[in-house]
């Protein structure tokens, strides 16, 4: 302890780990002098002291990839400025390949490599023994090796972070329990601890396995959960060597370096255990579970066959120690959205000591200056909701999400365990049809729908999908005939209040203030103008809006709008999503199947694109959107939840004579990106601007209303973007990219994908993406051609265009009369 504990500091992190120290030095060196640390124990005593502190830089995106290479840098230079050796070694490490798939996948990862500047080459089985002579190399059909990975001893590095912290002013205190917080206003006022309450405007929650049990003091949820995890560790072994990279055996479940002249393998074991916090002491601290050697066992022999000599080696321990797990397995970072200034930093998943240093300085900023720093969507805490953090839900799908650490990321993998958690009105119909389901944000939405005889589980394959045929059925209908999207997922938020209308047109990038009966798509921006969200406006009254967001969205997009409200501003926003279904008919018959059912007048004139009705369709009263995501013609009905099934029911005894078809969200997903439609966190993020996106018409640039986000649009009108969406057509029909590929210009790396799909229409692949301008004019740079996706270091050409490849006037959508595309329906 540092004596006394103050009565006030402006930021209080809780937690002695790697994330902790780490976010106290770089508040530190941001000149938050008095910031404190709270820990229950010791400093490392929970997870980080026994970490294997293994430092690869590769990540799924370019903003954590980058996290790491800064936390690279960061342990190579601590023991110059503060005298405390960190242990940093730059060994490189090693990803093998036995089998074509894991090769596709490491592939993958050396193209993502050079597009996020890391140094990484394919290497063949020779030269993969030469770098590990003790390795067994005759199963090896490749590898790919990046130099520049390290290792680092975590209690040093800790030791030299809360140094350098503690010589700028800020405080630790060990042995400091937190027990509660003071919660005044929804703002975070105070943390109690059994030694007295400290004062602050914001929290730090570091607290690692116990951060779960740390947010629920503040009614926060934190979906974490702890997990046992295994190591070996030998005596040493003659002619091993040291300083070797890092060997990654993922197909054996494994990874192995040398460790003081002997091994230490590790493994992400299929069969994991999930570990309850109740069953560890409460003063627990730098201890151990107990060795299991027979739930190793599996792992061991996967171990022997990759290293022979560790047949005959002394074993010095089997280290099994508790680590935390999320239900996605991405760490959770930022402020949480149930109580203002309460942030949050953990749920690592193994990666804390990687990530430290990098995650350390985000939210650091993050803390100081209220917004994320990047784009890190993928690791915000708000893309859960509070049932994640069940109990039950979480020791169901922690073990899974634990095996899958180290699994091939084939697309279309779905997570088995705790499922059906949320389930929609038509869930049974689609089920009884033989639908596949996907979950997002808890709901089970239809993938497609196979033929009887499909295999289940699908099989899965970076080539031509299983369920390629099923798809393309399911936009053969949405092209020619009529197809029915179950997408009553979507969120919807209401906005009311005396403010609402004031408050929307502040924060909507587009012109809300429209007519009764219009819909709005619009954009929210941030002061930068990214895009922290896309939405539909249906404004009912003018204190009363309905907002339709993204699955994903509620939790982010509820926040985003609460906490940009000014104190006296009278708005509530509520969560609506289970009130109302949604059943969107899409397709070129469309208008036929509902004249059938409704009186109604859908005519052009009488039912424009971008406007709703209420009306009555078969036996429901629905309210009725003209709007299409798939750039068909075609209606959203929005109706009362208990009165979906009906609904639905009604639609397909109609609609038999139309070919009526129901579709998933794979046919959804191309269609999408056929016409060019954006989605957010993939076309849309933080970083985007609607003029980088190609969606300044969406904006209320032409007009003089003030906006949220605008100063830094008009900058950008002057200054112009320095990169631009673009829609992309391949070549190869047996091309499939997965929507994160790099994108090629005459032979440079000038962007990456951000959504790809086989389009059914076309008879091939297509996709979307953001690529460089460097100081030239979009419509030039596109028009040089040139382009090329680089797909597991195979580079497939393409054209480019600003707009999309399919109905790029949009005449489908609005015409009266449509003619069905010819295709061939598989």
């Known amino acids: 302890m540092s004596g006394p504990l103050p009565s006030h500091a402006s930021v209080v992190v809780i937690g002695g780990g790697v994330i902790g120290c780490s976010t106290l030095y770089h508040l530190a060196r941001a000149g938050v002098r008095d910031a404190v640390l709270l820990e229950r124990k010791q400093l490392t005593c929970g997870t980080t002291w026994h970490s294997a502190a293994q430092v690869r830089q590769l990540r799924s995106t370019n903003n954590l990839t980058q996290l790491i290479k800064y936390s690279s840098r960061l342990y190579a230079s601590l023991e110059h400025e503060t005298g405390q050796a960190t242990g940093w070694t730059k060994t490189g490490s090693l990803s ?27 290497i063949g089985p020779r030269e993969a023994a030469d770098l590990w002579p003790m390795m067994r190399s005759d199963d090896i059909i490749g590898a790919v090796y990046s130099p520049n990975d390290g290792r680092v001893n975590p209690s040093d590095l800790c030791a030299a972070l809360i140094k350098s912290a503690k010589a700028s002013g800020v405080r630790v205190f060990e042995e400091i329990a937190v027990t509660g917080f003071d919660i005044a206003g929804g703002r975070v006022r105070g943390v109690k601890t059994r030694d007295g309450t400290i004062a602050c405007e914001k929290v730090v929650n570091c607290a690692g396995l116990w951060g779960r049990q740390i947010g629920a003091m503040a009614g926060v949820s934190v979906p974490l959960y702890a997990c046992e995890h295994f190591y070996l560790l030998t005596r040493p072994i003659a002619g091993l060597g040291t300083h070797l990279p890092t060997l990654s055996d993922h197909d054996g479940h494994l990874y192995i370096r040398d460790e003081v002249s002997g091994l230490l ?50 074993v010095r321990m089997l280290l099994n120690g508790p680590e935390s797990f999320t239900p996605d397995g991405a760490f959770l970072l930022g402020e949480a959205p149930e109580v203002a200034g309460f942030f949050v930093g953990c749920g690592m998943n193994s990666v804390g000591v990687a990530s430290g240093g990098g995650v350390g300085r985000a939210l650091a900023d993050w803390v100081i200056s209220g917004e994320q720093p990047m784009d890190l969507a993928s690791v915000d805490i708000r893309r859960f909701a509070p049932f994640h953090s069940d109990e039950k839900f979480l020791a169901e799908r922690i073990p899974e999400e634990l095996g899958l650490h180290y699994a091939i990321s084939y697309p279309g993998r779905e997570l088995e365990s705790a499922r059906n958690q949320r389930l929609g009105p038509v869930h049974d119909r689609i089920a009884a049809k033989g639908a596949r389901f996907g979950v997002r944000m808890g709901w089970e939405r239809a993938n497609y729908f196979p033929d009887p005889e499909f295999p289940d589980p699908a099989p899965l394959s970076f080539a031509q999908p299983a369920w390629h045929d099923a798809i393309a059925r399911e936009c053969f209908a949405a092209r020619n005939a009529v197809a029915v999207f179950d997408q009553s997922s979507f969120a919807k938020l209401m906005i009311e209040g005396r403010d609402a209308a004031e408050v929307l047109q502040r924060l909507a990038a587009n012109n809300v203030a429209v007519a009764a009966g219009k819909v709005v798509y619009t954009s929210l921006l941030n002061a930068r103008g990214g895009i922290e969200s896309d ?10 809006f309905l907002l339709v967001t993204g699955t994903a969205q509620p939790v982010h997009d509820r926040h985003w709008i609460t906490r940009n409200l000014a104190p006296d501003e009278d708005v509530t926003v509520t969560d609506v999503t289970e009130e109302t279904a949604v059943l969107s008919v899409m397709g070129p018959k469309s208008r036929a199947l509902l004249s059938q059912l409704t009186s109604a007048d859908l005519s052009n004139q009488a039912f424009p694109v971008f406007t709703f009705q209420d009306m009555t369709v078969g036996p429901v009263e629905v309210r009725a959107a003209r709007l299409s995501y798939i750039g068909e013609l075609g209606w959203e009905l929005y109706v009362p939840w208990d009165r979906a099934g009906t609904l639905y029911d009604a639609l397909f005894e109609a609609g038999e004579k139309l070919d009526i078809r129901d579709a998933g969200g794979f046919a959804l997903t191309s269609l999408r990106i056929e016409k060019g439609y954006r989605a957010w966190g993939h076309e849309l993020s933080c970083e985007e601007t609607p003029l980088e996106a190609g969606l300044g018409f969406a904006t209320k640039l032409r007009t003089d209303i003030p906006f949220l986000g605008r100063e830094a649009l008009e900058r950008q009108s002057v200054d112009g973007i320095h990169k631009r969406l673009v829609h992309f057509v391949l070549d190869d029909p047996n091309a499939f990219p997965l929507g994160d590929e790099p994108v090629l210009q005459h032979g440079e790396l000038v962007g990456q994908l951000t959504s790809a799909a086989f389009g059914h229409t076309l008879g091939c692949s297509v996709a979307m993406g953001y690529v460089r301008l460097n100081g030239h004019d979009a419509v030039q740079v596109v028009s040089t051609g040139g382009f090329e996706v680089d797909i597991a270091c195979e580079r497939f050409s393409c054209s480019a265009s600003l707009k999309p490849p399919f109905d790029p006037s949009g005449e489908r959508m609005r015409a009266q009369r449509l003619k069905t595309r010819p295709q061939s329906q598989a």
Not at 96 to 122: G, K
Not at 281 to 295: I, S, V
Not at 535 to 544: D, I, Y
């Open 96 to 122: 093998i390949a036995t089998n074509p798939d894991r090769m596709t996948h490491i592939a993958r990862q050396a193209s993502l490599a050079r597009l996020f500047d890391v140094e990484a080459e394919i």
């Open 265 to 314: 393998a590790g493994c992400f074991e299929p069969n994991a255990r999930p570990l309850p916090i109740e069953n560890l002491p409460r003063d627990f601290a730098f201890d151990l579970l107990n060795e299991d050697w027979d739930h190793f066992e599996p792992m061991m022999w996967n171990a022997i066959h990759r290293i022979p000599a560790l047949e005959t080696a002394e």
């Open 535 to 544: 939405l539909t406006v249906f404004p009912l009254s003018a204190e009363r």
